[in-house]
């Protein structure tokens, strides 16, 4: 799309002698949240589009299949410069595009696999960023970073409090925020503070939004669920684009959902700076199937069919377990540490540093487990893991769930396996069934796929150069040049 339609730009507030009237601020503020309503969505509508059946990705005008072969087409007419090769055009020195980041943890790894991804196509990040405690001590920012403080995942009414002081410090640090070309926020919190901090620090930079999940609370019916979306579609309505991770987001939840018809960019959760791929592990004669389940451990259910699978007495099959336990879905260190102990197949090996240990967890496993049911009918359903593009570089098929953006993925483009309903039973069965031959001509497949498909090469580029082309429409930054 060229530009984002009118009626999804909000238009900054003007300041003139009464900027420091901080009660005329805010009632203006409040004032264009409402007036930029686009329409209230019924609890009944809501889950009328969210009853839908689920539609195949490749159908879709937005389909993941599509994006990618028109990237392919883009990445076979340019060349393989990167940015900062490109810093010249008709003699004049092109600056640096300047990205104030909104992040919920700079220690979390997805937040600073983007940041690094920005900085090595030559943006320069400042952060806005809290920090949340975890078992091992995080590596310091390698960016400019403006600390708001420490939250904990699911403890709202203290994050709430902390979400506000934290707009103290951003006051404090107004100039860095004004100094932006670009404010990214990174999830519906940080939407919400780089908002606020936008019009409270007077910035005119174009706001974008980063949505790499649906949090399940605004999927929900009821009063609570559609005060939740209101709010939501009130922020969307300030953005100058959308950036997510499937394109089953946009089919199923921004579009008919929140009636989103704005800008929006699809950059996959692919492997950022990829190491040297692993070759496939050489299984033995007897030797049990492994699968592995790595990233953020959330879903008590695949938990549940991976214990009892590997619990068989007849079971041909091991699990590796690795990353970071969601204590707020009910998997913790010790429950992963318990069964592990009760169940000797199951082996959990603690956490890892991502992109560094990718070669030695994919090196040990025979499958990958994309497999989700923590919010099954929402964004389960709709996202597409990090683990099928790690496990997918290093040859590693993946097991996935059938009717799922990632099982269609799965299943369609020959990555692995998707399993249907009874999911538990369909997994026995199939182990009960596979051999060697047959793995062995699906990891070829896999192996055989474009190294693009895995490894973000020209992705993040395009996203900059998509940044660049909302500058210069917002007469921001008018010589920025990201490549193709």
């Known amino acids: 799309m060229a530009g984002l339609d009118r009626r999804h730009r909000f238009r900054p507030l003007q300041h003139g002698r009464s900027k420091q009237n901080q009660t005329y601020h805010f009632a203006r503020l409040a004032s264009a949240l409402e007036w930029r309503s686009q329409r209230s969505f019924t609890n009944s509508k809501y889950m009328d589009a969210l009853a839908q059946p689920y539609r195949n990705p490749g159908s879709s005008r937005n389909s993941l299949d599509a994006r990618n072969a028109q990237m392919s087409v883009d990445q076979a007419q340019t060349t393989d410069s990167s940015p900062s090769d490109r810093l010249e055009a008709g003699g004049i020195a092109l600056q640096p595009l300047q990205i104030a980041f909104f992040g919920h943890d700079w220690t979390e790894s997805?937040?600073?696999?983007?940041?690094?991804?920005?900085?090595?196509?030559?943006?320069?990040?400042?952060?806005?960023?809290?920090s949340r405690d975890h078992d091992k001590?995080?590596?310091?920012?390698?960016?400019?970073?403006?600390?708001?403080?420490?939250?904990?995942?699911?403890?709202?009414?203290?994050?709430?409090?902390?979400?506000?002081?934290?707009?103290?410090?951003?006051?404090?640090?107004?100039?860095?925020?004004?100094?932006?070309?670009?404010?990214?926020?990174?999830?519906?919190?940080?939407?919400?503070?780089?908002f606020v901090a936008k019009h409270l620090c007077w910035s005119k930079a174009p706001l974008v939004y980063e949505a790499l999940d649906v949090h399940p609370a605004f999927t929900r019916p009821g009063l609570f669920g559609r005060m939740l979306r209101f709010s939501e579609r009130r922020l969307l309505s300030s953005i100058s684009l959308l950036v997510v991770s499937s394109p089953t987001f946009m089919e199923r939840y921004f579009e008919p959902v929140q009636g989103y018809a704005g800008s929006w960019f699809l950059l996959e959760n692919k492997v950022s700076s990829a190491p040297e791929m692993s070759a496939s592990r050489r299984r033995g004669d007897g030797a049990p199937w492994i699968i592995g389940w790595f990233g953020v451990l959330r879903c008590r259910r695949s938990l549940r069919a991976l214990q009892e699978l590997a619990a068989r007495p007849s079971s041909n099959v091991a699990v590796h377990i690795r990353g970071l336990p969601s204590e707020t879905d009910g998997i913790t260190k010790n429950v992963l540490e318990r069964v592990a102990k009760e169940t000797p197949n199951v082996h959990y090996y603690g956490t890892y540093q991502n992109p560094k240990d990718?070669?030695?967890?994919?090196?040990?496993?025979?499958?990958?487990?994309?497999?989700?049911?923590?919010?099954?009918?929402?964004?389960?359903d709709w996202l597409i893991p990090n683990r099928l593009y790690e496990g997918g570089l290093h040859g590693i098929p993946a097991l996935a769930r059938m009717d799922t953006a990632t099982g269609n993925i799965v299943a369609n483009d020959g990555r692995g396996w998707a399993l249907a309903e009874p999911f538990e039973d369909s997994l026995e069965a199939f182990f009960a069934t596979l051999n060697l031959t047959d793995y062995d001509a699906m990891a070829e497949q896999v192996r055989s796929k474009p190294r693009s498909a895995f490894v973000d090469t020209l992705d993040t580029n395009r996203l900059l150069q998509k940044l660049a082309q909302i500058c210069r429409r917002d007469d921001a930054r008018p010589n920025c040049d990201y490549g193709p």
């Open 110 to 130: 997805t937040i600073r696999k983007r940041v690094d991804a920005f900085e090595r196509r030559n943006a320069r990040v400042s952060g806005f960023m809290f």
């Open 137 to 194: 001590a995080a590596a310091a920012p390698f960016w400019p970073n403006i600390d708001l403080g420490k939250t904990r995942d699911g403890n709202y009414g203290r994050r709430l409090i902390q979400l506000l002081a934290a707009f103290r410090t951003i006051w404090c640090n107004r100039d860095r925020l004004r100094a932006a070309d670009i404010i990214y926020a990174r999830n519906i919190d940080m939407l919400f503070i780089a």
């Open 358 to 380: 990718l070669v030695e967890i994919y090196g040990a496993v025979d499958l990958t487990w994309a497999v989700d049911f923590s919010a099954s009918g929402a964004n389960s």
